[in-house]
């Protein structure tokens, strides 16, 4: 496949518009909302960046990257996809990840998603990975692609929460680009024992979001 084809494919598998439903999640940012934590465009951003550098971001990275180096290796993808689902902190962590993987691999079947159809319950970052690697679109693409989509979607549901202007998001997504590369770059050759995080904060929002009285988002 030619570079141009691999680009296509990863615009189009990371598009808002692959239905993925990632419009209905917003790790934990609804109750950060509620909480003061998030009130403007800078406190996203700040928000936003920890949890690339040191949350989810990060981890979801990592298991994209060991995805996409097990795409021929059913078992060990398996044992991937178990391990991303026991490392999530929260419920509707898990639901989130579990729900948008399993809608990727049903959304990716005119690409030949049979190498993550057959997992069960597979979490979105392995799912990407693995079809990304199966398609030999390179790592580094893939999982820059991956956080920056990942950092979109979560300012698409602060925009509409917060609430901010259209310009204010995007001006947060152009600021948060070097990050997305930075993390890509410092999980390259990591080992799966390093998944794990220090965004604590993000961490109770989600878990706290099972409990909040008014909620527009799942997560």
Request: net charge negative; hydrophobic share 55%; charged share 15%.
């Amino acid at each position: 496949m030619t570079a141009d084809a691999a680009l296509l494919r990863l615009l189009a598998w990371l598009s808002p518009a692959f239905p993925t439903g990632g419009f209905a999640w917003s790790q934990g940012i609804e109750w950060a909302v509620e909480a003061g934590d998030i009130a403007d465009a800078d406190s996203l951003r700040d928000w936003l960046e920890d949890v690339l550098r040191h949350g989810a971001g990060r981890a979801d990275a990592i298991l994209l990257r060991h995805a996409h180096a097990a795409q021929n290796d059913a078992a060990a993808l398996a044992e991937i996809a178990a391990f991303a689902r026991a490392a999530q902190p929260s419920r509707e962590r898990l639901a989130e990840t579990i729900g948008q993987g399993n809608a990727f691999a049903l959304a990716a079947s005119p690409w030949g998603a049979e190498v993550i159809v057959g997992l069960q319950d597979v979490p979105y970052p392995v799912a990407v990975g693995a079809l990304a690697g199966r398609h030999g679109i390179d790592a580094e693409a893939a999982c820059a692609g991956f956080l920056q989509a990942s950092a979109a979607t979560l300012i698409s549901a602060a925009v509409r929460l917060v609430p901010l202007g259209q310009s204010a998001g995007l001006r947060v997504l152009a600021g948060l680009q070097p990050v997305c590369l930075a993390v890509a770059a410092a999980t390259r050759g990591v080992s799966l024992d390093d998944v794990g995080g220090a965004c604590f904060r993000a961490d109770l929002a989600a878990m706290r979001h099972e409990t909040q009285y008014t909620r527009l988002f799942r997560s």
